[in-house]
């Protein structure tokens, strides 16, 4: 497995901004992704990345919005997150998966960071 450590998370007001980030060490790996998970709710895809050559996908909510990027030199993931909503407001994991998992599918991540915690006040 891949070990996952997010940071950045915290509280913001609506219409502000945060920066996830997620450092990657351990095995390979060739997708990282963001999934969230608010309470009473199920994990939602939020967005991903293919390491190689750096394809992305968002989830409708958030196109616009979020931002994924990556540093390939550091193993390290990033979400930009802009215009901030409280339906925003989640606990937010970084993934890992093999290179041909489908970007969106929570199944086919075999590896998961603790969380971090987004919330954004009205």
């Known amino acids: 497995q891949v070990q996952l450590v997010e940071s950045g998370g915290g509280l913001v007001q609506a219409g502000g901004s945060l920066r996830l980030s997620c450092a990657a060490s351990g095995r390979t790996f060739g997708v990282m992704g963001w999934f969230r998970q608010a309470p009473g709710k199920g994990r939602e895809f939020v967005a991903a990345i293919r390491w190689s050559p750096g394809a992305t996908d968002y989830a409708d909510s958030v196109k616009g919005r979020f931002t994924i990027s990556r540093d390939n030199t550091k193993n390290t993931m990033f979400l930009e997150m802009n215009s901030l909503k409280p339906e925003d407001t989640a606990k937010y994991y970084c993934?890992?998966?093999?290179?041909?998992?489908?970007?969106?599918?929570?199944?086919?991540?075999?590896?998961w960071g603790q969380g971090t915690q987004v919330t954004v006040s009205s």
């Open positions: 993934a890992a998966g093999l290179a041909y998992i489908p970007l969106r599918v929570l199944a086919g991540y075999n590896s």
